[in-house]
Every structure is written in C-alpha cells, then in structure tokens.
C-alpha cells in the first residue's frame, strides 16, 4: 500500500489570502491519518459600507407589573399634589377678599373711617376702610344713612 505524501514543511501562523475569500490560517489541527490541514479562520471584520445604521425595532415599549404600578402611583401622587397646592391657594386668596363679614346699617351723621374705627378697631382705619369699598362694590360712592353695608368682623 501507498500512502499519499504528506510533506514535512511546517506552516507558521501567517495569513495566506485568495481571491476575495476569507484568510486561511494554518493550525495545528490534525486530521485522521495525523496529518496538518490548513482550516479557514471566520472573518470578524466588517465591510463598512454595507453595515448602515442599526435597525430600530418596530415593537412598543412593553412595561411589566412593577412599571405600571409605579406609574400609576406617579401619576396619583401628582393629582393629589395639584389638588392640594390649588386648594392652599383657593383658601389663601379667600382668606384674603372675604374675610368674616357682618351687616351694619348706616346711621345719620356716620362715616365709613368711624364705622372702621369701631369695627376693627386695633387696626389701620385706611385698609379697613378700603375692605368695605371691596366688599359693597362702592368705589368713591358716598353712604346715605339707613344703607345696609357689610363690613368685615375683627378677629
């Protein structure tokens, strides 16, 4: 019997390259009569110009359990905290046009610096005086004696 010759030469690990294929590199691999074969490496470089831009997919954002909870919790956190800021700042402008209101009918000879003067008496005639005009729609309307006018109480 006659066996194929195998030569003896050793290939080290160069790079043999052919016609637009992949390089060829020799390894140590053996096949089953023990002798080297030259096995083809892959190729890990890319061609730049065929690459183009990264797909985008096309699915939606899916959220799990969790996510939906916590941006539900968001969500309701937010509405209470509008609710409660519109509510401190209803309250803190009614506080400040209407305040606790009586009705007093004008006597002859009365003004409203001395209807102001014994309504509220520890404060600035002026501010109490200008709080009645807001609060009767006078302007720079005079009162007439028997005119009901609503003043605001003292606290």
Same mark, same amino acid.
């Given at each position: 019997?006659?066996?194929?010759?195998?030569?003896?030469?050793?290939?080290?690990?160069?790079?043999?390259?052919?016609?637009?294929?992949?390089?060829?590199?020799?390894?140590?691999?053996?096949?089953?009569?023990?002798?080297?074969?030259?096995?083809?490496?892959?190729?890990?470089?890319?061609?730049?110009?065929?690459?183009? *831009?990264? +797909?985008?997919?096309?699915?939606? &954002?899916?959220?799990? $359990?969790?996510?939906?909870?916590?941006?539900? @919790?968001?969500? #309701?956190?937010?509405?209470?905290?509008?609710?409660?800021?519109?509510?401190?700042?209803?309250?803190?402008?009614?506080?400040?046009?209407?305040?606790?209101?009586?009705?007093?009918?004008?006597?002859?000879?009365?003004?409203?610096?001395?209807?102001?003067?014994?309504?509220? *008496?520890? +404060?600035?005639?002026?501010?109490? &005086?200008?709080?009645? $005009?807001?609060?009767?729609?006078?302007?720079? @309307?005079?009162? #007439?004696?028997?005119?009901?006018?609503?003043?605001?109480?003292?606290?």
């Amino acid at each position: 019997m006659t066996s194929p010759m195998v030569s003896s030469t050793s290939v080290s690990s160069t790079s043999i390259r052919t016609n637009s294929q992949a390089p060829i590199r020799a390894t140590r691999s053996h096949d089953s009569s023990g002798a080297r074969s030259a096995t083809r490496a892959p190729d890990v470089r890319r061609d730049r110009r065929a690459a183009g *831009p990264p +797909s985008r997919d096309p699915r939606p &954002v899916r959220l799990t $359990r969790r996510g939906r909870l916590v941006a539900f @919790a968001a969500s #309701v956190a937010a509405l209470v905290a509008m609710i409660v800021g519109a509510g401190q700042v209803a309250g803190a402008s009614a506080d400040a046009e209407s305040p606790q209101a009586t009705v007093v009918v004008v006597q002859a000879g009365e003004t409203l610096w001395g209807i102001a003067q014994e309504v509220a *008496p520890g +404060s600035d005639p002026r501010g109490v &005086v200008q709080q009645i $005009r807001q609060m009767n729609d006078l302007g720079t @309307a005079p009162i #007439v004696p028997g005119q009901a006018i609503v003043v605001p109480v003292a606290g």
